[in-house]
Nanobody, 126 residues
Framework: QVQLVESGGGSVQVGGSLRLSCAAS??????????MGWFRQAPGKEREGVAA????????YYADSVKGRFTISHDNAKHTVYLQMNTLKPEDTAMYYC?????????????????WGQGTQVTVSS
């Protein structure tokens, strides 16, 4: 079984930055060979893929809405994936979730991910 715990959310003003962390535990297979993704869900909206990374290489995916502002990275030694979020906008306000997919093929589709964290709230105010 895999456990994912997100942290780093909070309230910031427009233009501010936050760094989310996702710590993985309970792996029988190391995080270095999987796809890790960040998703977000705002009230009344569907969950959307924000960014994903194959932790065995450098392949990444970003939603168009966050390209140039968000950066996903990983530290395999710490079994942790990060999402650096800069130049935050009010529309970035959502619950952010970390997810793991036991595959080297990363996809922004939430249904493809098996393991999920509980989420961390990000609120951007003007």
């Amino acid at each position: 079984q895999v456990q994912l715990v997100e942290s780093g959310g909070g309230s910031v003003q427009v233009g501010g930055s936050l760094r989310l962390s996702c710590a993985a535990s309970g792996y029988t297979v190391t995080v270095s060979s999987n796809c890790m993704g960040w998703f977000r869900q705002a009230p009344g909206k569907e969950r959307e893929g924000v960014a994903a990374i194959y932790t065995g290489g450098r392949n990444t995916y970003y939603a168009d809405s966050v390209k140039g502002r968000f950066t996903i990275s990983h530290d395999n030694a710490k079994h942790t994936v990060y999402l650096q979020m800069n130049t935050l906008k009010p529309e970035d306000t959502a619950m952010y979730y970390c997810a793991a997919r036991m595959s080297r093929i990363c996809t922004p589709d939430a249904v493809a991910y098996t393991y999920w964290g509980q989420g961390t709230q990000v609120t951007v105010s003007s």
